[in-house]
């Protein structure tokens, strides 16, 4: 075989491009937030539950559910981003 002997191309890689097309896994922060926003919903709807409608805010009413329901939905949400 030639020395000289013609390779395929290689495709162009883009400066900070990765090497992979795999996704990169989510920064050390990411799921100690999404757990937390979870038990943090579940604890308000706890709390709510627990001091007969007198806490977290009282003026809410039953509004304190749909809260405790908002903030663990958005730590489901983050569960679909989980690499």
């Given at each position: 075989?030639?020395?000289?002997?013609?390779?395929?191309?290689?495709?162009?890689?883009?400066?900070?491009?990765?090497?992979?097309?795999?996704p990169q896994?989510?920064?050390?922060?990411?799921?100690?937030?999404?757990?937390?926003?979870?038990?943090?919903?579940?604890?308000?709807?706890?709390?709510f539950y627990?001091?007969?409608?007198?806490?977290?805010?009282?003026?809410?009413?039953?509004?304190?559910?749909?809260?405790?329901?908002?903030?663990?939905?958005?730590?489901?949400?983050m569960t679909?981003?989980?690499?």
């Amino acid at each position: 075989m030639a020395k000289n002997a013609q390779r395929p191309s290689e495709p162009e890689r883009r400066p900070g491009a990765s090497a992979s097309s795999e996704p990169q896994p989510n920064p050390v922060w990411f799921k100690p937030v999404m757990f937390g926003f979870m038990l943090l919903g579940l604890i308000w709807i706890i709390v709510f539950y627990v001091s007969q409608s007198q806490l977290p805010v009282a003026s809410l009413g039953s509004w304190n559910i749909v809260i405790g329901f908002g903030i663990m939905f958005v730590g489901f949400l983050m569960t679909t981003r989980w690499r």
